[in-house]
Each structure stands twice: as C-alpha cells, then as structure tokens.
C-alpha cells in the first residue's frame, strides 16, 4: 500500500489575533508545508517529514473566554477540521459484563448514565486545513518564533467537595498531569457558557466543518451535554446520534478510532497514545491532558483521511461501540 503526498505548500494570510488582543504581534504572511506521507508496508512508523512549530496550549478560562472562542471562530473556515477531547472525573457506572458483549444500546445506556452524572473536566480543541495544518501564531518571544496553536478549555464544573460524581483514581490522574481542581473552580469556564459560545461562533455554513476524536463516545456526549445547557444525553442512542448531527448544524463527524481500526488492522485495539506512538507522530512531550490529546487526534485522523479522501463518507457519523 503507498501513499500520495499531499499538494505542495499553500501560502496563506490569517489575522490570527482578536483586536482585544493587542499584546500580540501583528501576523505576517507565512508558508505553512503540509505533512507528507511516505510509503507504508504495515509495519513502519507514519511520520510528518517536514520539521513543524512547537505547539503552543492556549487555555481558555473565564477570564479570556471571548477573544479565545472569537479567535476559534474565525479560523474555523480556513481550518474546518475539527479534533476535539474531554476529560472528565472518571467512570462511575461500569458494565457487569465485559465491554466488548454489550450491545451498541447497552453500551450508549452506559456512557449516557456517566455523562449525565460526571462534570466535565477539559475540552481540547485543535483546528486543521484540508493538508493537516494547524493555525500558527506568534510566541511572546517574538515575530520569529511560530507555534501551532491548539487550545485546552478549563471548566469550573467539578467540585468534588460538594459530593459530585467522580472516580477517585481518575481525579488522582488528572492531578498528577497537572489539573489544579482549585483553580479550575476559580477560574474555569461554566460548560453551559461554553456551550452557547460555541454555538455563536459557528460559521455561516457548519455543514462544512468536519468534527473528530478519537474513541469518540465521550467526547461527543459531553459536547452533546454543553449544546444543551447541561441536559440529561437522550435516551437512546438513534436520538443522541441524530441530537448531536443537529447541534453541531450538519457537520460532520468521525470517530477516528472506527476509521483506524477499519484501515490498520495492527492498530486495533491500542489507546490514543499507543496508536500515536506507533504511526510516528507526537513526539513533543506534554502532559496527556486534552489539549494534547486532541492533537494527538487530529494527526491521526489526517493520517488516515489524506489517502482514502474518496472513501472518507463510508465512517461519517459512525462512533466506536455506539454504531
């Protein structure tokens, strides 16, 4: 099996930075090249050829909620794909059987009773082109100092004082990547504010965003949940599916885990970081938190569109164990 590369370098202009924002340099016009794709015998490591920026993780709290999701929304056309992942407090309701004998009722049944009872941690959001670029911006350094940006939503959901779901092993996780609980309440986001952010920044025509993640059952549930102002998920899964095609005004949606799973039977079964590692890409250390990961999604799924561009409508709207 051999992969085509993709087209040459496009040169482009993007005004990357809010007017609110003026501490930022002014952008200037830049080439971004494209990732490349060598020939693949089953076996060898995928990997992006030319050397890219180091990521900048641009965390959006209350306080700069609005320049943020402004920004977002205005690079959404130019970069209409769309990798999304979510932390949470863990599970709490677990299958008496194991995962794999459950129905794709049973097991939306399950992720349903977990997001409607367990608060929302993070949200990763990374934005790509037609080719697997991200936007660039400027670092603080300087005009000559480029980085990827992707963003980590912090949300002030969870309180565990106040006797809310979680799974105690989980929360320790996420402490130990770096997650302060305690500042997340002070200065995070509501999910429902966010919600109704980012329903105010969709563009003209959604219809032409393209929405991913990978082992995507959670993730879009909770994006469901924000859409919603916190609702309890619907309950059957033919309703959530459609439900959630609907929020998101008809763009599309892949779950990247399906698509992987489908095309590279070697990759099956393996996690988010194990399919990263084995396909070459995210090699830059960061905390396994979802801004990070949702780069790590985003890689993926361009690793796997890119080739089989005409065959990419086959797993939209399929979400792993759900369909």
């Known amino acids: 099996m051999s992969f085509a590369p993709p087209p040459p370098p496009i040169p482009f202009v993007a005004n990357y930075y809010p007017a609110s924002m003026a501490s930022y340099p002014t952008p200037q016009t830049y080439v971004a090249a494209p990732p490349f794709f060598p020939p693949v015998d089953g076996h060898q490591h995928y990997f992006f050829a030319a050397t890219p920026p180091p990521l900048q993780l641009r965390s959006i709290t209350a306080a700069n909620i609005n320049a943020e999701m402004q920004m977002i929304g205005g690079l959404m056309l130019q970069f209409p794909y769309i990798s999304i992942d979510v932390e949470y407090a863990g599970v709490v309701h677990h299958p008496a059987v194991a995962a794999r004998n459950l129905t794709a009722d049973e097991r939306y049944a399950l992720v349903k009773a977990n997001v409607d009872e367990v608060p929302i941690v993070q949200l990763g959001i990374t934005l790509s082109d037609s080719n697997g670029n991200l936007p660039l911006g ?73 929405w991913s993640a990978f082992g995507a059952a959670y993730d879009m549930a909770y994006m469901l949940k924000m859409l919603t102002g916190g609702q309890p998920l619907p309950d059957n899964r033919t309703d959530f599916l459609l439900q959630i095609q609907s929020r998101l005004r008809g763009g599309r949606i892949f779950d990247t885990k399906c698509i992987v799973d489908y095309n590279h039977h070697a990759l099956r079964d393996l996690g988010l970081k194990q399919t990263a590692s084995r396909l070459g890409v995210g090699q830059q250390m960061m905390p396994m938190l979802a801004g990070y990961k949702s780069f790590l999604a985003s890689r993926i799924f361009t690793i796997c569109r890119l080739p089989r561009v005409d065959n990419n409508n086959y797993h939209q709207g399929h979400i792993d164990g759900l369909v």
């Open 138 to 210: 400027f670092h603080h350094a300087g005009p000559r100092h480029l980085r990827q940006l992707v963003w980590e939503v912090v949300f002030s959901d969870f309180d565990a004082s106040r006797g809310e779901a979680h799974a105690a092993n989980s929360v320790k996780f996420l402490e130990s990547q770096g997650v302060d609980f305690d500042l997340a309440r002070l200065t995070g986001v509501s999910s429902t504010v966010f919600g109704e952010r980012l329903l105010a920044i969709l563009p003209p025509r959604p219809d032409e965003l393209t």
